[in-house]
């Protein structure tokens, strides 16, 4: 592990020397001499020197205004440059067995041969296997795709710089490249000066596919086959698609007056006009490849007898796909459509049937090594992005729906349905959807806010079969949610059954979840549409924001567990859909493990996940860092199911009960209970400035006249970060375990970190927070920016925190936080050196800021949003 660091440090030291001369060259020696001595004070304060704290403090004070956008500029592009080097080095050649460990795949079909698992059994678990990543809609992405693309070329760069048989000149051409692209990414405006609209966000998510994706996906699937048939003997059946991907990206409606039903058609077409251009590419390629001659009887018999029968059926191809990219880009610039609809490709099964075709005559005729070429990997994306290029989820919030039928029952004179009982709710939503006459009357005209869902459901209704993934109703609360939907979609005319999934995302909905769940699978109308398969989405933000983390973590366990026995008692195939962000306020922890610490048997239909933000392009925007994040997914996902972790023992739940409660009372006491609480959260965070920042199409608030309860979970958990005291990922959790404790449970949690991967993940999770916190600053943003009647909460939060710091070492790591993980710790303390003038800057600003009233100065605000995505960066958790 050593030379890893060593050969990182060895990069980031390289980079930030060219970014220095990007910075003299741009601004001058002064400004450099500053930056470089305000880089110095911070490393020397970090390692405890008092007095160059103070001199730390007074700079950044008293920094001139015409100083603080290349000096926060200057710290804010080495944090970005740092975390290329460190995404870099995980797909080293030389740091990937290191980076991956005993968390590969290779590692852990190494393992199942050594334990004697039969062949049989690991063979039916990989072809269950799913890993389903769904692409959100409201990314927190704070980088610019100009500034991203940039990134991708370092990054390249790098990887050609590791080869030790370089020429010098060619070390010197590369080097020349590296200052270039530096340089660019410096006279680059890093801020978004416009809010990206819904179909600007499923550009950047199309990009992510075309840049990466489309190239990770068959080199995964390579890699599986690659381990179960040295391993196993076997090869992966080429029509399984162990990887798919879907989109929130102008699909989720959920609080965002900006996603219409029109948006939704627009995407929907873009994405095929992409499909079918990659696919056009990958056509002609195979056109230029396949020249042999010899093919199978049938084949010449189905396709034609030729002298190169195989590129004849690509040049077909390739004629159907041109004019598929002309339809879909006709009618997205709205032009006059020149092309027949009965000319191009819808079906996916248009594309895989001859290529499926060409690949089998291939291997029957001797070629196997050529049908296994740039023809299987095209094979295999088909099957994972098909021509809709990522399937798209539909989502909205429960209440919508209601008041819809609300409007359609008042106009034909049955009463007001929001005013009905539940049952009666259910009684009447079951007749409808099982009458065959229209309930919506032809001549009415609804209100906008009816009419835009039924448009939507419209929308969804023209679609293809498999194009729309599911149907997430957001807040849902009562079975009558889920018939809502089910109803509004068959008086739009939908002839499929689209998997409809509540969403349980509060404390009690989550509890709730097995009744809601049972009443539905009650009635036989119900189980007669859904064939047995039910998915039903886990919100992980909203309960962590309503309850706490431990709370929220322990009542989303029991809901994933009470679903799977329910749906198995019931016979019903159970897709968990995770509503999980990058950070631990809303769920995230490491994939594998938080992969392995899930109920039992709750994975055996594969994953469902969001990926978020900038988590996408941490985990999905290289093609080799895709490769290594679907191959950790996956080999979580089959040891989970071929080795489920325990069955938690009542002891522990009993403790889990107990903690959980504590948890949730003191997060409740503190955040709903303390009446200074959001004015001190208001003034000791960059919440309010936020608003201004244009990170996603969404607003920040569902309720834009309501408090912390209508803040999304991502405002909430990202202000908290930059003022680093990180509060809603550990209030109450680490005070509940020292109350357990005090009650003479340590052996008992000791014993639960050792045994059980649910509560070792949360401890590990605490750890990864407790070590990004950082008190002094925390207090410093409380002496320059909060009132002074408002200092005791500050000072409250600051002391629980340190005791729950104790707390946790005392179960996990005696005396050192991530002491297991010290890849990670290293890479924080790394950060914390340019981070911490960022912060500092900061308070200055906001400051200054605050004290110019309605007429702030626009060199502050631009310079504040500059340490706002800095410090995300250096975090790399924005929300």
Known sequence: MSQLYESMRNNIHMLGDFLGETIRDAQGNEILELIENIRQLSRASRGGDEKAREQLLDILANISTENVIPVARAFSQFLNLTNIAEQYQTISRHSQDASLGERSLGTLFERLKAQNVPAEKVIETVEKLLIDLVLTAHPTEVTRRSLVNKHVEINRCLSRLEHDDLTEKETTKLKRRLMQLIALAWHTNEIRTQRPTPVDEAKWGMAVIENSLWKAVPEFCRQLNFHLEKNFGVQHPVGLAPVRFSSWMGGDRDGNPFVTAETTRQVLRMNRWKAAELFLEDVKSLADELSVISCTDEFSAKYGDHLEPYRVLMKTLRAKLTKTVTYYGELLEGKTLTVDPSEILTQDEQLWEPLYDCYQSLHQCGMRIIANGGLLDCLRRVRCFGLGLSRLDIRQESTRHAMAIAEITRYIGLGDYSQWTEDDKQAFLVRELSSRRPLIPTNWTPSPETQEILATCKV??????????????????????????????????????????????????????????????????????????????????????????????????????????????????????????????????????????????????????????????????????????????????????????????????????????????????????????????????????????????????????????????????????????????????????????????????????????????????????????????????????????????????????????????????????MADLPWIAESIALRNVYTDPLNLLQVELLHRLRNQGDSPNPALEQALMITITGIAAGMRNTG
């Open 460 to 817: 969804v209704a023209e679609q293809p079969e498999g194009v729309i993934s599911a149907y997430v109703i957001s807040m849902a609360r009562e079975a009558s949610d889920v018939l809502a939907v089910h109803l509004l979609l068959k008086e739009s005319g939908c002839q499929t059954t689209i998997p409809v999934a509540p969403l349980f995302e509060t404390l009690d909905d989550l509890d709730r979840c097995e009744k809601v769940m049972t009443s539905l699978f009650n009635i036989g109308w119900y189980r007669g549409v859904i064939n047995n398969k039910q998915m039903v989405m886990i919100g992980y933000s909203d309960s962590a924001k309503d309850a706490g983390m431990l709370a929220a973590s322990w009542a989303q366990y029991r809901a994933q567990e009470a679903l799977v026995n329910l749906c198995e008692k019931f016979n019903i195939e159970l897709t968990l859909f995770h509503g999980r962000g990058g950070t631990i306020g809303r769920g995230g922890a490491p994939a594998h493990a938080a992969l392995l610490s899930q109920p039992p048997r709750s994975l055996k239909n594969g994953l469902r996940v969001t990926e978020q933000g900038e988590m996408i392009r941490f985990k999905l925007g290289l093609p080799a860092v895709a490769v290594e994040s679907l191959d950790l997914y996956a080999s979580a996902i089959l040891e989970a199911n071929i080795f489920p972790p325990p069955e938690p023992q009542q002891t522990w739940r009993n403790v889990m009960d107990q903690g959980s409660a504590i948890s949730c009372e003191i997060y409740r006491n503190i955040v709903r209970g303390e009446p200074d609480f959001v004015p001190y959260f208001r003034a000791a965070t960059p919440e309010l400035e936020l608003s201004k920042l244009p990170l996603g199409s969404r607003p920040a608030k569902r309720n834009p006249n309501g408090g912390v309860e209508s803040l999304r979970a991502i405002p909430w958990i990202f202000a908290w970060m930059q003022n680093r005291l990180m509060l809603p990922a550990w209030l109450g959790a680490g005070a509940a375990l020292r109350q357990l404790i005090e009650q003479g449970n340590e052996s008992l949690l000791k014993e639960m970190c050792e045994k059980w991967p649910f509560f070792s993940t949360r401890i590990g999770m605490l750890e990864m927070v407790f070590s990004k916190t950082d008190l002094w600053l925390a207090e410093h943003y409380d002496q320059r920016l909060v009132p002074e009647k408002l200092h005791h909460l500050g000072k409250s939060l600051r002391s629980q925190l340190q005791a729950d710091i104790k707390t946790v070492l005392s179960l996990a790591h005696e005396g050192q936080l």
